[in-house]
């Protein structure tokens, strides 16, 4: 069987970025992560000036995003984090989506640690980072980010990035 397109989502602080890509490495194929801020604004002149444009500033970003997801799929196999690429691309045979998750605890005292984030209440700031990518998958999406239902495999990251690839 050749390698498949690999599409990651994952919750904040599980690792799936690092696992994404150690998993591109060992299978030496690309890997591709780097994501804008995923959420909407509430802006009330900003959604007065989006309201003038023909499509708003997200729907028009996510376009292209998911132009490009597809550009690079066509390619040849790859590891793509985030970006709904998992929706994007749900057409293609040679697809596998993965959700990368964790115990909240787990993640909060990673986010702490590998991304040095000193907010007052830690587990409050990933659960706000959570809901901020279930806000824009979810919008974009025909799915809800997070139900194993929607991907191909599910993997608990607890054990590590080196288990988890």
């Given at each position: 069987?050749?390698?498949?397109v690999i599409?990651?989502?994952?919750?904040?602080?599980?690792?799936?970025r690092?696992?994404?890509?150690k998993?591109?490495?060992?299978?030496?194929?690309?890997f591709y992560?780097?994501?804008p801020?995923q959420?909407?604004?509430?802006?009330?002149?900003?959604?007065l000036?989006m309201g003038a444009?023909?499509l708003?500033m997200?729907?028009?970003i996510?376009l292209?995003q998911s132009?490009i997801s597809?550009?690079?799929?066509?390619?040849g196999?790859?590891v793509i984090?985030?970006?709904?690429?998992d929706?994007?691309l749900?057409e293609?045979?040679?697809l596998?989506?993965?959700?990368?998750h964790?115990?909240?605890s787990?993640?909060a005292?990673r986010?702490q640690?590998v991304?040095?984030?000193?907010?007052?209440?830690?587990?409050?700031?990933?659960?706000?980072?959570d809901k901020?990518?279930?806000?824009f998958?979810?919008y974009?999406s025909?799915?809800?980010?997070g139900?194993?239902?929607?991907y191909?495999?599910?993997?608990?990251s607890v054990?590590?990035?080196?288990?988890?690839?």
């Amino acid at each position: 069987m050749s390698i498949p397109v690999i599409t990651i989502s994952r919750e904040y602080g599980s690792g799936g970025r690092a696992i994404g890509e150690k998993l591109a490495k060992e299978l030496g194929i690309p890997f591709y992560n780097k994501e804008p801020e995923q959420q909407k604004s509430t802006s009330f002149l900003y959604g007065l000036y989006m309201g003038a444009q023909q499509l708003p500033m997200n729907d028009q970003i996510f376009l292209i995003q998911s132009k490009i997801s597809r550009e690079i799929a066509e390619k040849g196999p790859c590891v793509i984090v985030g970006r709904c690429a998992d929706c994007v691309l749900r057409e293609r045979k040679d697809l596998l989506s993965v959700f990368i998750h964790a115990l909240l605890s787990f993640r909060a005292q990673r986010a702490q640690k590998v991304y040095e984030k000193t907010a007052s209440n830690i587990e409050d700031f990933v659960k706000k980072k959570d809901k901020k990518r279930a806000a824009f998958y979810n919008y974009f999406s025909q799915n809800k980010w997070g139900d194993a239902r929607h991907y191909h495999l599910a993997i608990s990251s607890v054990y590590g990035v080196d288990f988890a690839v």
